[in-house]
């Protein structure tokens, strides 16, 4: 039964290929291009009001999070990085430090920065990795954003597979970092720039390089898949009541708002709370 479904599927996709390739050409060339958002991509902020250390070794009690990847790491759709995910990561981390007691007993401090660049695909975000130095202290949580570029660029399967291995691989070996957290592929069939039958087309691929990245995070201890709650997202801002999805995209309707941001870092600092205080 799976195997007639994917031959008619396939059958399908060759069929309406050219228009496809037509829609494809036609989306490139009419979208915006929106420009990555302007402000610092690092810095250190207090995660409580606490002036006391909770040992005799401040860099213990720094929360040490570096976010990578593509545009979308990189914030683009917001118009600085306050309002991208990084800047809206840390409020966000410094309310769970006021409601979570065994967190803000661990760290009192947030070291952050954004390695993130549009374009980006698997192998790109590798290749950074390689060329960035080595910190000096362990980075504890790294945020990874991928597969967008990846899909767009149609990346073999087996190659996006070794690539997102690779980059576990290197952020352990070379970054020593504690907690590895690939956020999931957005619905990149509800993306509003692009049109049907090219978003089908899209969000079946997407979905296939998804199901693969969950699969490579639960080989891996220290590795986290984060299921980006998009229902979640929805329900909590239309209160109930039916809204256009286009607000949770930027004017480009490929890209996150500053909106779906902030839904995306409350999800993460949730996360990364849990995993650091488990």
Same mark, same amino acid.
């Given at each position: 039964m799976v195997a007639a479904t994917n031959i008619k599927s396939?059958?399908?996709?060759?069929?309406?290929?050219?228009?496809?390739?037509?829609?494809g050409r036609k989306v490139k060339r009419n979208t915006i291009r929106l420009p990555e958002p302007k402000g610092i991509r690092c810095g250190q902020v /207090?995660?409580?009001?606490?002036?006391? #250390?909770?040992? $005799?070794?401040?860099?213990?009690? &720094?929360? /040490?999070?570096?976010?990578?990847?593509? #545009?979308?790491? $990189?914030?683009?759709?917001?118009? &600085?990085?306050?309002?991208?995910?990084?800047g809206k990561l840390i409020p966000a981390l410094q309310?769970?430090?006021?409601?979570?007691?065994?967190?803000?007993a661990q760290f009192d401090e947030l070291n952050w920065s954004v390695q993130a660049t549009t374009g980006?695909?698997?192998?790109?975000?590798?290749?950074?990795l390689y060329i960035l130095p080595k910190p000096s202290q362990p980075i504890d949580v790294m945020v990874l954003s991928v597969g967008v570029n990846d899909t767009t660029s149609n990346v073999a399967v087996?190659?996006?597979?070794?690539?997102?291995?690779?980059?576990?691989?290197?952020t352990k070996r070379?970054?020593?970092?504690r907690e590895i957290i690939f956020s999931s592929l957005p619905p990149?069939?509800?993306?509003?720039?692009?049109?049907?039958?090219?978003?089908?087309?899209?969000?079946?691929?997407?979905?296939?390089l998804d199901k693969v990245l969950r699969d490579i995070c639960a080989e891996?201890?220290?590795?986290?898949?984060?299921?980006?709650?998009?229902?979640?997202?929805?329900?909590?801002?239309?209160?109930?009541t039916p809204i256009d999805i286009a607000v949770m995209f930027a004017r480009d309707g490929f890209h996150p708002s500053s909106l779906m941001y902030g839904y995306w870092a409350q999800q993460l600092a949730e996360l990364i709370t849990e995993l650091l205080t488990t």
């Open positions: 396939t059958a399908k996709d060759l069929l309406l290929a050219p228009l496809y390739l037509y829609q /207090k995660l409580t009001d606490s002036t006391e #250390s909770n040992s $005799a070794d401040t860099d213990q009690d &720094t929360l /040490k999070i570096m976010v990578v990847g593509d #545009s979308a790491a $990189a914030g683009v759709g917001s118009q &600085t990085q306050q309002q991208a995910l990084a309310q769970q430090a006021l409601v979570n007691k065994a967190f803000a980006h695909t698997s192998f790109d975000i590798l290749r950074r087996h190659q996006w597979q070794q690539q997102i291995e690779d980059i576990i691989a290197i070379k970054f020593g970092v990149m069939a509800k993306m509003p720039a692009l049109p049907a039958p090219l978003s089908d087309f899209i969000g079946a691929k997407a979905s296939k891996h201890q220290g590795v986290s898949y984060m299921d980006t709650d998009f229902p979640r997202m929805i329900a909590e801002h239309s209160n109930g």
